[in-house]
């Protein structure tokens, strides 16, 4: 069965510093990975998928590299600002492509 | 290009009522997952669809629940004589085509959040 693990659970830093987000999952089976931000009250905005063929994936200041081999999975913010502040998911599929297995994810604050 | 959209936003059940929770996925796509978000806890997958089918719904509690996502409409998700231990988020998504094909991103909406008094 598959269990996805985020560490830390939460984290708070100041505006500008880069800051890397862990993910790790226990069967490296996988398709693919893919990273969400989500909102106090909202949904889920998709923010990188990795396929399993790939190591990393970029989108602005978002880096995410993932280890198949290791069962790890990072995710690289550089330059943070407060709009960043959210809480960040990583997500892999467990048994089926559509059956997402999350972790609990990582409350991030970015203070001004 | 609208999104997935859901509703309602927020939904107050007494114990004993039944939960109607609406899905519209994305223009173009036929494909629709049903997630649940419970307090302190990640989000768990809990049926996919496909138009007038149910291909998967192993994530569904085995009473009370009920999904489907007729030829015309959104996917409605009902809970029937809801308890406090549904109270939870409720999250849709939806793909153009079976993943297992593309590997393309889930696209969530922004859920419905179910309070049971």
């Known amino acids: 069965k598959q269990e996805v693990t985020q560490i830390p659970a939460a984290l708070s830093v100041p505006e500008g510093e880069n800051l890397v987000l862990n993910c790790s999952f226990t069967d490296s089976a996988i398709y693919n990975l893919q990273w969400f931000r989500q909102d106090p009250g909202k949904g889920l905005t998709s923010l990188l998928l990795?396929?399993?063929?790939?190591r990393e994936q970029t989108s602005g200041r978002l880096n995410a590299s993932l280890d198949k081999s290791s069962g790890r999975s990072t995710l690289y913010i550089a330059a943070s600002q407060p709009g960043d502040s959210a809480t960040y998911l990583c997500?892999?599929?467990?048994?089926?492509?559509?059956?997402?297995?999350f972790g609990k994810g990582t409350l991030l604050t970015v203070n001004p | 290009n609208a999104g997935v959209m859901q509703n309602p936003r927020h939904l107050v059940r007494r114990r004993g009522q039944e939960a109607r929770l609406r899905c519209s996925p994305m223009?173009?796509?036929?494909?629709v997952y049903w997630y649940r978000q419970l307090p302190e806890e990640g989000l768990k997958f809990m049926v996919y669809l496909q138009k007038e089918n149910i291909i998967d719904e192993s994530g569904m509690p085995k009473e009370r629940f009920s999904a489907e996502f007729p030829k015309e409409g959104p996917s409605i998700l009902r809970i029937q004589q809801v308890v406090r231990g549904d109270s939870a988020a409720y999250f849709c998504?939806?793909?153009?085509?079976?993943?297992?094909?593309?590997?393309?991103?889930?696209?969530f909406g922004n859920g419905t959040r179910l309070t049971v008094t």
């Open positions: 997500a892999v599929p467990g048994g089926s492509n559509y059956k997402l297995t």
């Open positions: 223009k173009g796509h036929s494909h």
């Open positions: 998504a939806s793909s153009p085509r079976d993943r297992g094909v593309d590997n393309s991103p889930l696209h």
């Open positions: 990795i396929q399993s063929s790939q």
